[in-house]
């Protein structure tokens, strides 16, 4: 199950605020309607710095289209964060019962919701 993948598997701040990112934004992050009518990857990135992403407090400029680095991971967690929003936690009983990476990756990913 997904909630398996989470646990087992390690929260990377990163790739998580990236997500969060290309979520708030998405309209950005299509190539049908970019420039070069293409993804821009690490084998053929964009000429020029053009996507800026904010990351801890700071933006951090880059011509990869972040898009491609949003893992399914990311994208579970972001689809659990609207029901954590909402209250409904990943298991049954309380906080002190939810896996601790499910909490720390709620955490992320609600601070960058949040920044401006």
Partial sequence: ??????????????KLIIAVEVAKK?????????????????????PYDKWDLK???KIESTRI???????????????LYGF????QLCL??????QPHKYL?????IDNQVNSE
């Fill in 92 to 97: 049954s009983g309380g906080v002190l019962e």
């Fill in 1 to 14: 199950s997904n909630l398996q993948q989470i646990s087992a598997g390690r929260v990377r701040k990163k």
């Fill in 26 to 46: 998405r309209d950005a992050f299509n190539c049908d309607n970019c420039t070069w009518g293409r993804h821009c990857d690490e084998t053929n990135p964009a």
């Fill in 65 to 79: 289209c972040p898009l491609g680095q949003v893992t399914p991971q990311s994208n579970n967690l972001l689809n």
């Fill in 55 to 57: 990351i801890d407090g």
């Fill in 104 to 108: 720390e990756a709620m955490r992320i």
């Fill in 84 to 87: 954590y929003k909402q209250g």
